[in-house]
């Protein structure tokens, strides 16, 4: 199977900002795309951002101009820089992986992290 493992959350005041790392491990043969998402208390999880193995990215709106997605395919890692961080960033972050698993096997499997906590607070 294929382990996501995240890093990076914490705390921080408003106008700070934080990067989060993921690395994926495991039974891999290919990923076709990695991604962010957050879930705050009582709400349902949502996109952040992501990023396919040819560097095509795609953000929420609400990050734009702030949040910056990028990715090591040789690594398998993916990075999240967030500046300008607002209290309504708050949140679980939970990295994402659309994966292969074997050269024989077409189909794309999805895995999550077990979330980081970020927390914008003064």
């Known amino acids: 199977q294929v382990q996501l493992v995240e890093s990076g959350g914490g705390l921080v005041q408003p106008g700070g900002s934080l990067r989060l790392s993921c690395a994926a491990s495991?039974?891999?043969?290919?990923?076709?795309?990695m991604g962010w998402y957050h879930q705050a208390p009582g709400k349902q999880r949502e996109l952040v951002a992501t990023?396919?193995?040819?560097?095509?990215?795609n953000y929420a709106d609400s990050v734009k101009g702030r949040f910056t997605i990028s990715r090591d395919n040789a690594k398998n890692t993916v990075l999240l820089q967030m500046n300008s961080l607002k209290p309504e960033d708050t949140a679980v972050y939970f990295c994402?992986?659309?994966?292969?698993?074997?050269?024989?096997?077409?189909?794309?499997?999805?895995?999550w992290g077990q979330g980081t906590q970020v927390t914008v607070s003064s």
């Open positions: 994402n992986a659309e994966v292969r698993l074997t050269w024989f096997s077409p189909s794309w499997n999805s895995f």
């Open positions: 495991g039974s891999i043969f290919n990923i076709r795309a």
């Open positions: 990023i396919t193995s040819d560097d095509i990215t």
